[in-house]
Nanobody, 115 residues
Framework: QVQLVESGGGLVQPGGSLRLSCAAS????????MAWYRQAPGKQHELVAS???????NYADSVKGRFTISRDKAKNTVYLQMSSLKPEDTAVYSC?????????WGQGTQVTVSS
């Protein structure tokens, strides 16, 4: 069983930045393709950014140039650096494998972008 714990969310003004962390309980995540997903109220999960075990990254068009995904295999952790945040980025952010596993969903971390 792998547990993923997300942290780093909060309330930020438009144009601000946040860094999210996803800490895994087991190193198996280091061989998985991982991603950050977000879910706004009333909407389904949206894949925001992904990273392969080899370090290749991919981003949703809506966040390209603003978000950066990275991973630290020594810490079994995946990060999401978010900059130039917009109100439409408001959502609960979660990490999971690609494709997502029902067994890996954690609590997520709330990101609210508002003035």
């Amino acid at each position: 069983q792998v547990q993923l714990v997300e942290s780093g969310g909060g309330l930020v003004q438009p144009g601000g930045s946040l860094r999210l962390s996803c800490a895994a309980s087991r190193s198996i995540v280091n061989i998985l393709n991982m991603a950050w997903y977000r879910q706004a109220p009333g909407k389904q999960h949206e894949l925001v950014a992904s990273i392969t075990s080899g370090g290749s990254t991919n981003y949703a068009d809506s966040v390209k140039g603003r978000f950066t995904i990275s991973r630290d295999k020594a810490k079994n952790t995946v990060y999401l650096q978010m900059s130039s945040l917009k109100p439409e980025d408001t959502a609960v952010y979660s990490c999971n494998a690609v494709p997502p596993s029902v067994n890996y969903w954690g609590q997520g971390t709330q990101v609210t972008v508002s003035s």
